[in-house]
Structure formats: C-alpha cells, structure tokens
C-alpha cells in the first residue's frame, strides 16, 4: 500500500535566466501557482477518496460475509422448527 506525500504549498521556481521578466506579481504565475495548488488538493482529495474506498468495500465484504451467516443460521433454525412441528404431529396422531 503506497502513501503519497501530503500535499504542500508550491512556491513557483524563478529562473531569471530563462524568464527574467517573471515575478511573483505577475499575473501569469500567480495564475500558475493557483493552478498547482487546486492540484495539490485534487491529489489530496483522490487520496482521501481512495481511502474510503477501501474502508466501504471491507465493510461491505464484513456485512455480506455477516449476512451469509445469518442467512445459514436462520435456515438452521427454519429446519430445526419445522422437524419440531412434525414431531408434534406425529406425536398428536398417536395419541388419537
């Protein structure tokens, strides 16, 4: 089972040599940086998603198995009842 990092702030990455006329004020990388924010919390969301996921589809396979079970032993007792009510049948018809 992997973990992911948790999430953390980016700082956009200047390089005055490639983009010299960039600064954080500019709108284009407050734009880029609001951007990988919003992924940073669909990654997170996915995450946490996945998570659940996991959770509901063991709790499902614990009541499915819990209904079989409970399905087997009322189908016991259902057996158990209706041999009784022969007995008493049989035991009715002897005494009459």
Known sequence: MSRL????????RFFPCIVPAMSENDPAVQSITEIGARIDQLVELCRRLGEENRSLRQSQEQLASERAGLIARNEQARTRVEAMIGRLKSLEQNQA
Do not use: E, G
């Open 5 to 12: 990092a948790p999430a953390r702030q980016r700082q956009p």
